[in-house]
C-alpha cells in the first residue's frame, strides 16, 4: 500500500482532464492536493492584479469541489521546494506529482525542484496538461524543429492522438493538514475595482464548462 501522494497544482486548477491528479488517484493511496503561492519563483512575469484575482477565485472553487469528493485543498507559502518536502513529512508522502508548466524560469525551477526530490527518495511523475504535444516531439525530417508553419501544422494534423478528456477522480477521504486561510495570499484588490470582471466572468471549473 502507497502512503500519500501529493499533488501539486499551478495553472491547472480542475478536476477533470488533470492527468497528475488522475495517476495520483489510482495509486490506490491518501491523495493530498497543494497549491503553492510563490510569486518570486516566476521571474520577470509573476502574475498581474486580473490574474491574481482571478486565481483568488479559482482556488476557492477548487478547494470546494475537492471537498465534496472528502480532501480539502492545502495551502502553503514558497519556496516551493521548501514547502513540498515540509508536507512530505508532515504527511508521510512517498510521492509527488504535478503538471509540467513550459515558461523558462519556472521550467528551470520545477527542475531542480524534482533533482532535489528524488535525491530525497520520492518518487516524482510530471504529466503534460497542457498540450497536444510536448515541444520536441514535433520535427522535421532533419529532427529539428520546423521554421515553416503550413509543414509544422500538416504533421501535427497527422499526428494527433486520439483521446478524450478523463473525468475527475475519486479520492480516499483524508485528513486535512495545516494551510494557510486564502486571503493570507493578500490576492484580491483592497479597492473592489473588480465587480465587473464579478459580473462577467465566472473562474473556476464549472465557470469554464459552462462557457
Known sequence: MCAATLVWFRLDLRLADNPALAAAA????????????APE??????PGAASRWWLHQSLQSLDAALRRLGV????????????LRSLVRESGADAVFWNRRYEPVLHARDFRVQKALLSDGLSVRTFNSALLFEPE?????SGKPFR???????????AIPGFMPAAAPTFEK?????SLPLDEFGLEPVVDWAKELSAAWRPGEAGALSM
Open 41 to 46: 519563483e516566476e521571474g520577470d512575469w509573476p
Open 26 to 37: 489510482t495509486r490506490g493511496a491518501r491523495v493530498l492536493p497543494v497549491f503553492i503561492w
Open 174 to 178: 483524508a485528513r486535512p493538514l495545516p
Open 137 to 141: 516531439e514535433i520535427s522535421n525530417r
Open 72 to 83: 480539502h485543498l492545502i495551502l502553503r507559502r514558497g519556496p516551493s521546494l521548501d514547502a
Open 148 to 158: 515553416v508553419f503550413t509543414p509544422f501544422w500538416r504533421t501535427c494534423l497527422s
